[in-house]
């Protein structure tokens, strides 16, 4: 009796505590849906002697420094890498390397593919990837991701894989091996996940088929990444146009179209060169979420 009442005490515990257990256990991780987290990659620095070039006629002859940031995003689809920055090749070169025709020099202090080990994360791992646009400083390890599938605007595709890459500044040696990897072509907005959770604009104007992105993050809120839509917040400002653009007019269209997803989001614009905003962003292995 003694014994009976003994296992009936503790069959009521053990329901009760497995109910306790439901009802405090946290959602795992890997459970959750949608965005949880993203990191910030540190994807080279470049620097120019002349500013002017990206605002005409302002600062003329002033020198400025540019960050360069990759985003990793991690959805419970699987990874997303926004950008891959400057080739990890140039950490071998001490002085840098000269670009755009002399009018910067790049560096990088750290590759992103340590900064990938390090989150024992795998090239193999990303699953989606998407540029704003195919400037070597943004596509200079795109040949890593062969495992991804690329997210691009038809006219950026035209202009990257098409016959004359060099007419619009794109260097294919940097991204030759997406040739052979699943492509998704877009004709506009787009959403990645099919939730809401990460939005690719149509951003055009820096180049022919240049893109900003929209992530949801669960408690920083919206953030969108300019890309080159604009590249300091002087800029953004004034609604400056560099002179080397691929298009004024498109150019000065996508700025206000990031106006108006800033405005309807209440979204943060976080500008991928503008190297003030960027020290202020905390980078891999932190995270934002
Ligand atoms: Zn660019």
């Given at each position: 009796?003694?014994?009976?009442?003994?296992?009936?005490?503790?069959?009521?515990?053990?329901?009760?505590?497995?109910?306790?257990?439901?009802?405090?256990?946290?959602?795992?991780?890997?459970?959750?849906?949608?965005?949880?987290?993203?990191?910030?990659?540190?994807?080279?620095?470049?620097?120019?002697?002349?500013?002017?070039?990206?605002?005409?006629?302002?600062?003329?002859?002033?020198?400025?420094?540019?960050?360069?940031?990759?985003?990793?995003?991690h959805h419970d689809k699987?990874?997303?890498?926004?950008?891959?920055?400057?080739?990890?090749?140039?950490?071998?070169?001490?002085?840098?390397?000269?670009?755009?025709?002399?009018?910067?020099?790049?560096?990088?202090?750290?590759?992103?593919?340590?900064?990938?080990?390090?989150?024992?994360?795998?090239?193999?791992d990303i699953k989606y990837?998407?540029?704003?646009?195919?400037?070597?400083?943004?596509?200079?390890?795109?040949?890593?991701?062969?495992?991804?599938?690329?997210?691009?605007?038809?006219?950026?595709?035209?202009?990257?894989?098409?016959?004359?890459?060099?007419?619009?500044?794109?260097?294919?040696?940097?991204?030759?091996?997406?040739?052979?990897?699943?492509?998704?072509?877009?004709?506009?907005?787009?959403?990645?996940?099919?939730?809401?959770?990460?939005?690719?604009?149509?951003?055009?104007?820096?180049?022919?088929?240049?893109?900003?992105?929209?992530?949801?993050?669960?408690?920083?809120?919206?953030?969108?990444?300019?890309?080159?839509?604009?590249?300091?917040?002087?800029?953004?400002?004034?609604?400056?146009?560099?002179?080397?653009?691929?298009?004024?007019?498109?150019?000065?269209?996508?700025?206000?179209?990031?106006?108006?997803?800033?405005?309807?989001?209440?979204?943060?614009?976080?500008?991928?060169?503008?190297?003030?905003?960027?020290?202020?962003?905390?980078?891999?292995?932190?995270?934002?979420?």
């Amino acid at each position: 009796m003694v014994k009976n009442r003994q296992a009936t005490a503790i069959r009521f515990c053990s329901v009760l505590l497995s109910i306790v257990w439901l009802c405090a256990a946290p959602a795992r991780a890997e459970d959750a849906q949608g965005v949880q987290r993203m990191y910030v990659l540190y994807c080279g620095e470049s620097e120019t002697k002349d500013v002017s070039i990206w605002s005409p006629g302002v600062d003329v002859g002033k020198p400025r420094e540019f960050s360069d940031s990759c985003y990793l995003i991690h959805h419970d689809k699987g990874w997303m890498l926004w950008e891959s920055g400057i080739s990890d090749a140039v950490a071998d070169k001490p002085d840098g390397v000269v670009a755009g025709g002399g009018i910067l020099t790049l560096r990088v202090q750290k590759t992103l593919q340590s900064q990938l080990h390090e989150l024992a994360i795998a090239p193999a791992d990303i699953k989606y990837l998407g540029f704003s646009h195919f400037h070597g400083d943004h596509v200079g390890n795109a040949n890593l991701f062969t495992e991804a599938t690329l997210y691009i605007q038809q006219a950026e595709y035209d202009a990257a894989f098409g016959s004359e890459p060099a007419k619009f500044n794109f260097n294919p040696a940097l991204y030759e091996k997406l040739r052979a990897t699943p492509i998704v072509i877009l004709q506009g907005d787009h959403d990645v996940f099919g939730d809401g959770s990460v939005t690719i604009y149509s951003t055009p104007g820096h180049t022919p088929g240049h893109q900003s992105l929209l992530i949801r993050l669960p408690k920083t809120g919206p953030v969108l990444l300019s890309g080159d839509a604009v590249h300091f917040q002087e800029n953004w400002e004034n609604r400056r146009v560099p002179a080397r653009n691929f298009n004024k007019e498109q150019s000065l269209a996508s700025m206000e179209k990031l106006a108006a997803i800033l405005e309807r989001e209440h979204a943060t614009l976080w500008i991928n060169h503008d190297k003030p905003q960027t020290d202020t962003l905390p980078h891999a292995p932190d995270f934002v979420e």
